[in-house]
């Protein structure tokens, strides 16, 4: 009992005053997922300390990051997100589709929205069914489709054998459906490859890929397991260049490790890579030289570092929309909510942040939360140690993923009880 | 002097018999019940249920499972965490396929289902011992986890192989899924965690429990003095599944909400409870409790302590937290090889003599 009175003044010591913007960042430094959660979460926090040193916060109110540790567990986040949603937190941003799945009944009962860019759930697409979901500006189901997309450009694909190398969770299995749509539209033949948490032992799947011989792979990872994948793909002797990561394979650190035999490693992503742009100037200004950067500082232009700024970005956006349209300053997550079902990115407003054709244009709305769906491909370069995109940014197969974002939300309204429809 | 049991008579052998001979700890424990049910219900907020109350509580049905078998029994297993995810998915399909049954029934349902299913894993127990008999529960543990990842029916064909527990009430108060208030989650959980450990105290001290602990001391000899093997063993495996399945069904329907075989029931968590029942107390209900307190309220303190209180970045506390705990369990498994519940026992002994040693 101690213990527990102990850990009460605790809390009560941390609680802080209501008066701030509160963006909570969910990271995880630790475990086998840290060499990725690291580079996100410090480009979130960053972004937000820019803005209050450079802006003094969002529309004059200061933002205020609380970083809770989840090691990708998903008890953890639960934790966090219990110890965190009593400080006016405005959106969680989890960073693992597990905790997704944990948070996304609670949020939809506290009232608080969630952004799950390019991760979580994909039919959270529909708004109408998940009324405080957000996955702008692309999907899981998305990237699928552009990586068939990207290997129909290079050639017939009808008669070749794919091979999806998959986390064996429900992020990995997220897009086995739409593969499997894809495989009988041009008929392509489709073979599963799981690997199991956390994926530092891989010998048996890239036998089984080496015995078999499919054409391509294509690659949903997280982790350690990237990396171990694309040495143990260089180490089998893999052509790199038809290997192909969804966005959250493509750092920087999953390619690293495998040295020179990484030349070639294809992975796709949703927003610019590097770190030429104006932003940069004003991060190095007010951030990393004022001593103020999170972590150690050393991430900036890293392909993480860069999605969790553009998702503190899309955040700050979406914050000032909600100012916008409610008049408040000071927000409650249902203004937030209603701010990001209201956003809208046009390249002028990226244009005056500071980050001119970083990411796709696009326009939440009730019916859509999960943008347009564009993505491009990034490939890596061992020599000059950076990724370049070989493409521009182009759609997925609405067809398919259309039908598959109806089907899955209407089975998710039908079990937990939801009317769809529009506020 | 605080603690004395002297102008305390029994008169009748019930009385001699109770479960609290000593009045003074016989009002300790209705304390401890009277603070549980009817002070904490009343001050709860979700944080507290979630991060502390609600997997105190449920680990230590899992804890009095494993103890029954480990403790009480002498059977090493380490797969109570393919066994709490055989309770979850028990418990997802009966509330899937028979929405209408109230959950108090189905909870019950998935711990017999799981008793089944442990039994099963129990019968190379007759003829394998100590470790062989731990490598043949680890291996029902990955095949447990493999099993609810490739047969889709389990996870009802959802395209993430996620399980999520749907909105169930009883008597008109939601107890699954997020509309849940922090009270009636605690209470769901208070009730079997109460029922559990009152059954498994009574089991233990009668001849089943004795059965067991016979089989545990020697097995040899408890033969030669008419106790059945096969029968306590299976018996112990079947009591010890009953306990963790239902603590796998709540788990995964009160506490998680939606779950992931191979993340929520893992061999970690294998190893977390066989932990918890070590550093509690081998053959000892309290010590289950103990253990399971020690294991989920040390990592939420050290966190709170070093990120909340002193500020620290979170992944140097968060390493500092496996340090500290690490080191922990270390010098109490050194200092008290018995575990939490032997320094209580020792305490209890030393306040009755107190103030005068001789």
């Known amino acids: ?423 | 002097m605080f603690y004395r049991e002297s102008g305390d008579f029994s008169t009748t052998y019930a009385e001699d018999n109770q479960t609290f001979p000593i009045k003074f700890d016989r009002y300790r424990y209705y304390a401890v019940l009277a603070v549980a049910f009817l002070v904490i219900p009343f001050i709860i907020n979700d944080y507290w249920a979630n991060a502390v109350f609600v997997p105190f509580l449920i680990y230590a049905i899992a804890a009095i499972g494993l103890n029954i078998l480990t403790g009480y029994c002498g059977q090493v297993s380490l797969g109570t965490g393919g066994f709490m995810a055989v309770g979850a998915y028990a418990v997802y399909k009966l509330m899937t396929a028979f929405p209408e049954v109230s959950m108090l029934v189905h909870v019950p349902l998935a711990g017999l289902i799981t008793a089944g299913v442990v039994t099963l894993f129990g019968l190379p127990s007759l003829r394998i011992k100590g470790f062989y008999l731990a490598v043949a529960t680890l291996a029902a543990q990955f095949f447990l986890v493999w099993l609810f990842n490739k047969v889709p029916w389990f996870y009802n064909y959802s395209a993430s192989g996620q399980i999520s527990a749907p909105e169930r009430d009883v008597i008109g108060i939601i107890i699954t899924g997020p509309n849940t208030e922090a009270w009636a989650k605690y209470m769901i959980c208070l009730i079997f965690v109460t029922l559990a450990a009152l059954i498994a105290r009574n089991l233990t001290r009668g001849s089943v429990g004795r059965k067991w602990m016979a089989i545990r001391d020697m097995d040899i000899a408890a033969e030669i003095i008419g106790v059945n093997p096969m029968m306590a063993k299976l018996t112990a495996f079947a009591v010890s599944g009953f306990f963790i399945g239902i603590a796998g069904a709540l788990f995964f329907s009160v506490y998680l909400g939606a779950a992931e075989v191979g993340e929520s029931f893992g061999i970690d968590k294998s190893f977390l409870v066989l932990f918890m029942v070590i550093i509690g107390g081998l053959g000892s209900i309290f010590g289950s409790f103990a253990g399971a307190a020690f294991m989920v309220l040390l990592p939420v303190f050290l966190k709170n302590v070093f990120v909340g209180l002193l500020g620290w970045p979170t992944d140097l506390a968060a390493h500092l937290q496996f340090i500290v705990s690490g080191g922990l369990i270390i010098v109490f498994l050194i200092l008290e090889p018995h575990g939490l519940a032997q320094l209580w026992r020792l305490a209890k002994e030393k306040l009755r003599l107190w103030p005068f040693p001789h």
Not at chain 1, 18 to 41: E, K
Request: charged share 20%; net charge negative.
């Open chain 1, 1 to 423: 009992m101690k213990l527990t009175t102990l850990a009460a003044t605790a809390l009560m010591a941390a609680s802080p005053a209501m008066a701030d913007l509160v963006f909570p960042d969910l990271s995880y430094r630790t475990g086998p997922y840290a060499a990725n959660g690291i580079p996100f979460s410090d480009g979130y926090q960053d972004y937000f300390t820019l803005l209050n040193e450079r802006d003094g916060g969002i529309g004059g109110v200061p933002t205020k990051v609380i970083e809770c540790e989840t090691g990708y567990n998903t008890e953890k986040g639960v934790e966090c997100y219990e110890a965190t949603k009593g400080e006016g937190a405005l959106v969680y941003q989890p960073l693992s589709t597990g905790i997704t799945y944990q948070l996304i009944p609670k949020v939809t009962a506290d009232g608080i929205p969630m952004h799950t860019m390019g991760y979580g759930r994909t039919s959270a697409k529909n708004g109408e069914v998940f009324s405080n979901v957000f996955n702008y500006p692309a999907n899981y189901w998305d990237g699928a489709s552009h990586a068939v997309n990207h290997i129909m450009s290079q050639g017939d694909i009808a008669g070749k054998k794919i091979a999806l190398v998959y986390h064996n969770s429900a992020y990995g299995k997220e897009p086995i459906r739409t593969l499997e749509e894809l495989a009988k539209k041009h008929g392509f033949e489709l073979m599963l490859v799981p690997v199991d948490h956390p994926g530092q032992e891989q010998k048996s799947q890239w036998l089984q890929i080496r015995q078999q011989k499919p054409d391509n792979v294509i690659m949903y990872g997280w982790g350690v397991m990237n990396q171990v994948a694309i040495q143990e793909a260089a180490n089998i002797r893999y052509p790199m260049e038809n290997f192909i990561g969804i966005w959250w394979s493509g750092s920087e650190n999953d390619v690293l490790p495998a040295g020179d035999r990484a030349n070639g490693y294809k992975a796709l992503t949703f927003h610019n890579l590097g770190d030429d742009y104006p932003l940069y100037d004003d991060l190095r200004k007010y951030v990393v030289d004022a001593g103020k950067a999170a972590g150690a500082g050393d991430q900036l232009g890293t392909a993480l570092y860069n999605r969790g700024m553009y998702a503190a970005m899309l955040a700050a956006e979406a914050a000032k929309t909600a100012q916008e349209i409610s008049g408040e300053k000071d927000l409650t997550p249902a203004l937030m909510r209603d701010g990001m079902e209201a956003l809208e990115m046009t390249e002028a407003k990226m244009a005056a942040i500071g980050l001119p054709g970083f990411g796709p244009e696009f326009k939440v709305s009730c019916q859509n939360h999960g943008g347009n769906g564009l993505g491009a491909v990034a490939q890596w370069d061992a020599e000059a140690k950076s990724w370049s995109l070989i493409t521009g940014y182009e759609g997925s197969d609405q067809d398919v993923i259309q039908a598959l974002v109806d089907e899955d939300s209407a089975a998710f309204a039908a079990e937990a009880g939801i009317e769809a429809g529009c506020k």
